[in-house]
């Protein structure tokens, strides 16, 4: 990594360059003027060539969607080389590979596209050129998304998950600094060893901890009592936190149905049957308090592990976690007892997510599928 100076100084010849008119942002804006001098040519290879290149993988999401005028609503509108041409100098910092994977807004994200996704990022950075990835995507399910590639990315060079709370019609989009940001992490030695990342609004979240918090705020991302891992500010990575641990599996040729299912006062456990008798792989439940659930739904909980269903407990509260304090019918210590298996901190999506790469890999073993989620 180049110091500061190195890159200030890169920045002053940058800028003489483009007076002279000739340079390009990477292959995604104006081509070179046809009687751009040989010397300038040169001036411009030479520079980029210095530079670090990061792919920028887009799939979608708020940062590239436009207000339909006949609509009034927000609607996916740009590819990847429009989302960039708001973020000019982003060339200043390093060459970029621009890969559309799709362009949908993040409600109608999948496994399955979390999977081929993953293998597409895998790819890119396969190639030794490239520093690491940055990937455009919605923030209503980033959390997942992101948590589904630190799982099953084989690369340990660095991924970092960008969106955006408004639209690219909004009076101040946030998406083109969250890019640059983004593009700034991947450079950064600063940011080594984090794994795949949540970074908007300048706040970077480790993938496995992070949620989304508000509904509407740019400020919506944050890792709860574990923190964040740094901060970007002045175009330079502020290293708060270490990654403690990181686990990896791979992706399965099938993914296995897993229903996630919250509890809440007066449930009676009907909808863990139903879901028993149509024959989900996992079942993953939302319980109150530490991970607590109401008798009735104990007794279809055991119906669920009888027909050999993997159930998981997490709790539907913020932070904290499942523990197994209370020994009534429903409660933790009770719940554990008769083989559902504690989610950790985990939130209910995520623990979705773990369970369906890990049903696979443990082939009907429940000691070793507790294991895992012990990590």
Sequence with gaps: M?????????????????????????????????????????????????????????????????VDPKTGGAVPALSGKKLLKAVPDIAKVANIKVVNYSNIDSSQMTPKLWAGLSRVVDKQLEDPLIKGAVITHGTDTMAEGAYFLDLTLKSNKPVVFV??????????????????????????????????????????????????TNSTNVQTFNSGPKGYLGYIAMGEVLRFNDRLDR?????????????????????????????????????????????NVDAKVYKAVKYALSKGIAVVITTRVYHGGFFPIYGDQGGGETLEKAGVIPGGDLTGPKAVIFLMLALPQVKGNHARLTEYFKY
Aim: glycine fraction near 12%; aromatic fraction near 4%; charge should be negative.
């Design 247 to 291: 686990q990896r599996l791979p992706i399965p040729k099938d993914l296995p149905k897993v229903i996630l299912l919250e509890t809440f006062a007066g449930d009676d456990g009907s909808l863990i049957r139903y879901v028993a008798d149509q024959g989900a792989g996992g079942i993953v439940i939302e319980g109150v308090g530490a991970g």
């Design 2 to 66: 180049k110091s500061i100076n190195d890159i200030g100084r890169s920045i002053v010849f940058l800028s003489a360059v483009l007076l002279a008119g000739s340079l390009t942002s990477c292959g995604i804006g104006d081509e070179r003027p046809k009687d751009a001098t040989d010397f300038t040519k040169k001036a411009n290879k030479a520079l980029l060539a210095e530079l670090p290149t990061v792919a920028i993988v887009t799939t979608g999401g708020t940062i590239a969607e436009k």
């Design 163 to 212: 969106g955006a709370m408004r639209d690219a019609s909004d009076l101040s989009p946030d998406g083109p600094a969250n890019i640059f940001n983004g593009v700034i992490q991947v450079c950064s030695d600063e940011a080594r060893d984090w794994g795949v990342t949540v970074t908007l609004n300048q706040y970077i979240n480790s993938a496995r901890d992070v949620r989304k």
